[in-house]
C-alpha cells in the first residue's frame, strides 16, 4: 500500500514522514475520521493521533485542513526533472 501512496504523494512526504503516517495522512486527505483511519490501517485512535500530531509537526499543517492542503499541493506539483 504505501508504494502506491508515494506515487501519489511523493516529493517532500516521502523525505520527512514514515511509510505509517504516509498512510495516516493519505487517509485523512481521503476524507477519514480519525475513528475511520484507526479502523482501515488497524491502529488505535490514540496512535491514529500522535501520527497526526506528528505528521503535522513535520510539515508545518495546523490542522487537518493544513494537511488535506498541503496534500493537495504535493499531488498537482509534479516533481522537478534534473
Known amino acids: 500500500m504505501v508504494g502506491s501512496i508515494d506515487l501519489v504523494l511523493g516529493g517532500e512526504w516521502s523525505r ?14 481521503r476524507g477519514l475520521s480519525n475513528k475511520h483511519v484507526a479502523r482501515e490501517l488497524r491502529l488505535s485512535e490514540g496512535t491514529v493521533k500522535v501520527h497526526l500530531h506528528n505528521i503535522f509537526r513535520k510539515l508545518g499543517a495546523k490542522n487537518r485542513y493544513g494537511l488535506i492542503v498541503h496534500g493537495a499541493a504535493e499531488i498537482v506539483t509534479p516533481p522537478l526533472r534534473a
Open 16 to 29: 520527512v514522514l514514515t511509510p505509517r503516517e504516509r498512510q495516516v495522512a493519505f487517509q485523512v486527505i
